[in-house]
C-alpha cells in the first residue's frame, strides 16, 4: 500500500473527474454527423461502418486499457485518454473522405478505452480515501446527471453551430476535448493496493478469470449488470428509427432527443434515493422490470402513446446506470476496479454488437415494433434470471461461498 494521500488534495479530483466527462458528453458533432459526413461524399453505409470501428477500437482495448490504468495509475489512463479525444477531434478538423476520418475514429476510440472504467476507479479510490465510499452511489449519479444534461444541451448548439458551416462544430468540439487535458494532468492519484508481480496478459486473464468466474457475487453483478447495459445501448439507437415509425417530424427529434436526455439525468442525480427507498433487492427487479418493460410497451404501443413509455424507459435508465457501477465497486478490490469495470464495458459492447444488428434486421423485415417486443422478451427472461442470481448472492452471509474471500490475482 502506497503512503496514504491526504484527503483534501484528492477533493479536487472531483471537479477534475466532472470536466472530463463533460468534454465526453458535450458532443456538438453528434446531430450534424451525418450531415457532415454527406457533405464530404459519404454514404450512410459508410457512417455505419465508421461507428462500428469506432466501437470495435473500443472493445479490443477496453480490458488492457483498465489493466493499464490499474498497473501505471488512473491519472495515467485518464490523461492518455484525454488526449487522444482532443487529437481525434483536431484530426477531424482538417480530415477529408473516408479513409482520414477512419483514422479520426479509431484514435477516439482508443481513447474513450483509456478513459472507460478508470474514471470511476479514480472516483471510487478518491472518496474511500477519505472514508466517504458510500457516497459514490450520490457522486457518480450526479456525474452521469451533468453528462446527460451536457449532451441535451449540445444537440440544438451544434445544429446553431452548424448553420454557418457543418465543419465548424468540429473546431468547437475540439476545444471542449482540450479541456479534459489539464484536468487529467491535475489529478492526484489515490493511495491504494496495487499488482504485483510481472505485469503480463496472462495476470489480465486471470483478473478476467477472477471476475466472471472465481468470484461469484461479480459474476452475478456483471451479468446482471451486462445484460441491462447491452438493453440500454440498444434502446440508444432505437431511439430514431421509432421517431420516424411514428412519422414525426425532425422538428421532434431536435427537442424530444435532448429532453429524453434531460430526464435521464434528473433521475439520476436521486437514484440513490431510489435505492435507499427499494433496498438493494427492490431496486433489482424494479430495473429489470422498468427496462424490459419499455421495450414490451413500445412495442405494444405503435401510437404516440409510445413516447410515454420512452421516456419512462429512460427514466429507469438515469437509476441503471449509477446503481449498477456501484454494486460491482463494492464488490471489487481496489487494485483491479479498473479493469473488472473495463470487463463490464467489454461485455456490454460485445452483446451489443452481437444483438444489435439481429433486432435491427428484425426491424427492416418484420416491422420495428415486433423487433421491440421480440428485445423485450429477451431483455426480461435475462434481466429476471440474473436478478435472481444476485438476489442469492446477497442473501448469503458475507463470509460464505459468494467469492469474497477469493484471494486477488
Sequence with gaps: MDQATPFAALQGNIFRLYVIKLSKWLMLTMPILYLFYMDNGLSTRDLFILKAVYSFSIVMLEVPSGYFGDVWGRKASLVLGSFLGFAGFALYCVSEGFWAFLACEIILGVG??????SDSALLYDSLKAGKREKEYLKTEGKMISAGNFAEAIAAPLGVLIAMASLRLPFFFQTAVAFAAVPAALTLVEPSRATLTGQTSFRQILGIVRF?????KGLQAAILYSSIMGTAT???AWFVQPYFAWLDLSMVWFGILIPVLNLVTGAVSMRAWQVEERLGKEGTLFFIAAGIAGGYLLMG????LGGLVCLFLFYGVRGVATPVLRNQINEMTPSDIRATVL?????IIRLSFAGLGPVLGWQADHSGLDTSLLTGGV???????GAGF????IYRQPKNASDGLGVKTP
Design 378 to 384: 429477451f431483455f426480461m427472461a435475462g434481466g429476471m
Design 233 to 235: 445501448l440498444t434502446m
Design 300 to 303: 405494444i404501443f405503435g401510437t
Design 342 to 346: 473495463s470487463v463490464r464495458s467489454l
Design 112 to 117: 474513450q478505452s483509456f478513459i472507460s472504467g
Design 211 to 215: 471476475a466472471v468466474k472465481e468470484h
Design 389 to 392: 442470481l444476485l438476489l442469492r
